[in-house]
Nanobody, 121 residues
Framework: QVQLVESGGGLVQPGGSLRLSCAASGSILSINAMDWYRQAPGKERELVATITHGSTTILADSVKGRFTVSKDNAKNTVYLQMNSLKPEDTAVYYC???????????????WGKGTLVTVSS
C-alpha cells in the first residue's frame, strides 16, 4: 500500500556533501512525521533527524550544524542535506514515516530499504 524509496547515497570525501531524498507513495491519507535513521557497520540503528507534520525539525547532537532536514508536502518527500561529512557518518541511511492510509483508521510506521553513504578519502 505504501512505499518509501530513498535515493542520493554514494561515496563522498570527508568534508563533502550529499543530499538524500525519500519519496513516499501509495494510498496515503496523511503523513504525521518523517525521520531519517542510520546504521553503521556493527552498530545499532540511530535516529538522525525528524521533521513533523508542522515542519518542526529535530536533529541528533552528532549532526547538528552539519545536517538539515526538510520536506516537500506536495511530493510526499523528505530530504536530508548532509554537509561537512565525516568518516563516522558512514552508514546505511533509512527513511521512516508515520503514515495514515486511505484504508486505515490509524497511523503506522513504514520503512524504506535504505541508501548507503560512504565517507572516505
Amino acid at each position: 500500500q505504501v512505499q518509501l524509496v530513498e535515493s542520493g547515497g554514494g561515496l563522498v570525501q570527508p568534508g563533502g556533501s550529499l543530499r538524500l531524498s525519500c519519496a513516499a507513495s501509495g494510498s496515503i491519507l496523511s503523513i504525521n512525521a518523517m525521520d531519517w535513521y542510520r546504521q553503521a557497520p556493527g552498530k545499532e540503528r540511530e535516529l538522525v533527524a525528524t521533521i513533523t507534520h508542522g515542519s518542526t525539525t529535530i536533529l541528533a547532537d552528532s549532526v547538528k550544524g552539519r545536517f538539515t532536514v526538510s520536506k516537500d508536502n506536495a511530493k510526499n518527500t523528505v530530504y536530508l542535506q548532509m554537509n561537512s561529512l565525516k568518516p563516522e557518518d558512514t552508514a546505511v541511511y533509512y527513511c521512516n514515516a508515520l503514515i495514515t492510509t486511505l484504508t486505515s483508521d490509524f497511523a503506522r510506521s513504514y520503512w524504506g530499504k535504505g541508501t548507503l553513504v560512504t565517507v572516505s578519502s
